[in-house]
C-alpha cells in the first residue's frame, strides 16, 4: 500500500508539472518528486534522471515557462543535449554524479545552414553561465557528430549549486 501511494504521489507530482509548464514534459525517463516544505506544503520539482535532450524550441519554450514560474528543477542523472538549457535556470541543482552531453545545434545529426546554426547556437549559450557559455562557443557547438561530456561535479566546480 505505502509504495503504491508514493507511485500515486510521483505521478500526480509529474502531472503538476507538466500542467505547470503548459504540455507534458517532452521525455516519460523524467521523474517528477514533490519536496516538501516547512509546514508540510509540497512544493512539485521537476527532477531529472534521463533526458536525451529534444527539439530546441520545445525545451526553449519550457525553460522559459519554468523561469516565469520559479519552478525548481533539480539535475540528478543524465542530461544530453537540449535538456542541459535548464542549466539558464536559476531555481537548479545538480547532483555532483550528473553526467551532462553538449554538442552544437543541428537537425537530427545534420548540419544547419550558417544562419539558423548561430541563431540556436547563441539560444543555447544565453542558458549557460560564464565560463559554460564561452566554452560552448568556442568549442562543444562545434561537435554535432558526437557530444562533449561533463560531470556533474565539473559544473559544480563553475559555480552551479549542488543539491
Same mark, same amino acid.
Given at each position: 500500500? $505505502?509504495?503504491?501511494?508514493?507511485?500515486? $504521489?510521483?505521478?500526480?507530482?509529474?502531472?503538476?508539472?507538466? =500542467? &505547470?509548464?503548459?504540455?507534458?514534459?517532452?521525455?516519460?525517463?523524467?521523474?517528477?518528486?514533490?519536496?516538501?516544505?516547512?509546514?508540510?506544503?509540497?512544493?512539485?520539482?521537476?527532477?531529472?534522471?534521463? @533526458?536525451?535532450?529534444?527539439?530546441?524550441?520545445? *525545451? @526553449?519554450?519550457?525553460?522559459?515557462?519554468?523561469?516565469?514560474?520559479?519552478?525548481?528543477?533539480?539535475?540528478?542523472?543524465?542530461?544530453?543535449?537540449?535538456?542541459?538549457?535548464?542549466?539558464?535556470? @536559476?531555481?537548479?541543482?545538480?547532483? $555532483?554524479?550528473? &553526467? !551532462? /552531453? !553538449?554538442?552544437?545545434?543541428? &537537425?537530427?545529426?545534420? +548540419?544547419?545552414?550558417?544562419?539558423?546554426?548561430?541563431? =540556436?547556437?547563441? %539560444?543555447?549559450? *544565453?542558458?549557460?553561465?560564464?565560463?559554460?557559455?564561452? =566554452?560552448?562557443?568556442?568549442?562543444?557547438?562545434?561537435?554535432? @557528430?558526437?557530444? %562533449?561530456?561533463?560531470?556533474?561535479?565539473?559544473?559544480? $566546480?563553475? /559555480?552551479? +549549486?549542488?543539491?
Amino acid at each position: 500500500m $505505502r509504495a503504491l501511494r508514493a507511485r500515486i $504521489r510521483a505521478v500526480a507530482a509529474l502531472l503538476c508539472i507538466a =500542467w &505547470s509548464v503548459g504540455a507534458v514534459p517532452p521525455h516519460f525517463a523524467r521523474q517528477a518528486e514533490a519536496q516538501m516544505r516547512p509546514g508540510g506544503a509540497a512544493r512539485p520539482a521537476l527532477v531529472v534522471r534521463s @533526458d536525451p535532450g529534444g527539439v530546441l524550441a520545445v *525545451r @526553449d519554450r519550457e525553460v522559459q515557462r519554468l523561469r516565469a514560474s520559479g519552478g525548481r528543477v533539480e539535475l540528478r542523472g543524465t542530461c544530453n543535449s537540449a535538456c542541459t538549457m535548464y542549466l539558464g535556470l @536559476d531555481n537548479i541543482c545538480i547532483d $555532483r554524479r550528473a &553526467s !551532462f /552531453g !553538449f554538442h552544437g545545434p543541428s &537537425s537530427h545529426g545534420r +548540419p544547419l545552414p550558417a544562419s539558423e546554426f548561430e541563431r =540556436w547556437s547563441q %539560444i543555447m549559450a *544565453r542558458n549557460y553561465r560564464e565560463p559554460l557559455k564561452r =566554452w560552448f562557443l568556442d568549442t562543444a557547438r562545434h561537435r554535432i @557528430d558526437r557530444q %562533449i561530456h561533463l560531470s556533474g561535479a565539473e559544473l559544480i $566546480r563553475l /559555480g552551479y +549549486p549542488e543539491c
